[in-house]
């Protein structure tokens, strides 16, 4: 399963956007909420589902479909707050660092109200600086690649004096457990101008260059500008936007998410996440506090920011940052459906460039040692086992036994 890590400063809202995020339905997570330790919990990427287009109602196993909105599980995994020295073990930091890289993708949040000082504690809205926030967790991350691989230098270089290792290949033992792979470290050996240089001749410099890159390229993240409710936010949004670019900054109210999901668990509006608007679906129901909790998310939320960007922040990590594909695997190409006639029963993300071999071998790898080919089902075309699956395909896996 895709994994994102959630990583920021104590108190910016990483817990509530956990919550919000995995809040979906009846399903309720049981997990513990402590700050001491991460969470892990299922939240979802959403999707325009392909039964529109193709004109059926589904019945959907591994995901859900709301409206002809397909919603996608991914794993999340909330940490605790990182704090300076993180990455030398302060307040249990490497452990936390640790966790944060079994993810493929990290959502840093940040707290855009400015309501957190430097120590992270809660202060007056505006008080606080959300770019120097980012900045010093950025620290932290970069300083631990840095860390792990000066750790591991005796080994590296083991490696590269046996003669026949390239660098490549002696580094990726050392990150193969934090989902870096040869690719990845390749290509930071490029970009920084490093990939011809022993280990031993790499100077403080290169060890720097390197982790930074390696960093960017194998955590690709995505900084969402939380507590946008609040007054200064706005002015940190666009200070921020600046700074880093605006296509990596989501504004984002976790809490309004997390109310909006509630009120839509008890019945009280109608809301698909994601979306730009809730619907009440009766008045009279609310109490005084839940009218003027869904009139503050109205105003100070969706008056401004449109949505309440939680959902936002998961498709872009997903979709534009891992660039995943969706598809849907059918057993039945006339009916769309498994065998038990569920149609469209699954929706998988797939990485870029994958193939209806990895497509198989996800599924089951008797199937992929079976498989023939596969049917576009959309267009009733044969698909060679190395055809590059693309966005909303719908697929049909021929093998051996089934075509007898
Ligand atoms: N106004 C506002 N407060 C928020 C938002 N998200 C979180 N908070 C508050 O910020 C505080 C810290 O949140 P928490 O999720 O525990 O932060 P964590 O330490 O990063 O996990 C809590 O009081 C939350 O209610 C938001 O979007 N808007
Ligand atoms: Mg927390």
């Excluded at 707050?81 to 493929?104: S, T």
């Excluded at 959502?107 to 202060?123: F, P, Q, R």
């Excluded at 490029?190 to 011809?196: L, M, N, P, Q, V």
């Excluded at 609040?230 to 700074?243: H, I, S």
Aim: hydrophobic fraction near 40%; charged fraction near 25%.
């Amino acid at each position: 399963m895709v994994k994102i890590g959630l990583i920021g400063k104590t108190n910016t809202g990483k817990t509530t956007f956990f919550n919000a995020a995995t809040l979906m339905n009846a399903e309720v997570s049981t997990y513990p909420f402590t700050t001491k330790k991460s969470n892990i919990g299922t939240a979802y990427v959403q999707t325009l589902c392909v039964c529109r287009e193709l004109n059926v109602k589904d019945n959907p196993r591994n995901s859900i479909c709301i409206d002809g909105w397909r919603f996608i599980p991914i794993e999340l995994i909330d940490l605790p707050g990182l704090i300076k020295g993180a990455y030398m073990g302060r307040g249990l930091g490497d452990q936390f660092l640790n966790v944060a890289m079994q993810a493929d993708a990290l959502l840093h949040i940040v707290d855009a109200s400015g309501s957190i000082n430097a120590e992270g504690k809660i202060c007056e809205p505006g008080l606080g600086n959300p770019i120097a926030d980012y900045y010093e967790i950025e620290y932290e991350v970069v300083q631990w690649f840095k860390k792990v691989l000066k750790q591991n230098r005796i080994s590296i270089e083991r490696r590269m004096r046996g003669g026949n290792t390239t660098l490549v290949d002696a580094l990726y033992p050392v990150f193969s457990g934090m989902k870096v792979t040869r690719k990845m470290i390749m290509e930071s050996l490029e970009k920084t101008g490093i990939e011809g240089k022993p280990i031993w001749n790499w100077s403080e410099e290169d060890y720097e260059k390197f982790a930074q890159e390696l960093r960017k390229i194998s955590k690709p993240t995505l900084i969402v500008a939380n507590k946008m409710d609040l007054g200064p936010a706005e002015e940190n949004y666009e200070k921020m936007v600046e700074e880093f670019g605006r296509s990596i900054v989501v504004p984002c109210s976790a809490e309004a998410e997390l109310a909006l999901r509630r009120a839509e668990q008890k019945k009280l509006i109608k809301y698909v996440p994601g979306m730009e608007m809730f619907k009440v679906i009766d008045e009279a129901k609310l109490t005084a506090k839940q009218k003027w909790a869904l009139n503050y998310v109205q105003r100070r939320v969706m008056g401004r920011i449109f949505r309440t960007g939680v959902q936002q922040a998961l498709n872009i990590a997903v979709f534009k940052l891992l660039k995943m594909n969706v598809i849907y695997p059918v057993e039945n190409p006339r009916k769309l459906s498994d065998k038990r006639g569920n149609v469209l029963p699954d929706a998988f993300l797939m990485p870029p460039n994958a193939t209806i071999l990895d497509l198989a071998l996800k599924i089951h790898t008797e199937l992929a040692k079976g498989l023939i080919y596969g049917l576009d089902v959309k267009t009733g075309i044969r698909l060679p086992k190395d055809y590059v699956l693309r966005d909303r395909d719908v697929i049909s896996l021929i093998t051996a036994s089934k075509r007898k």
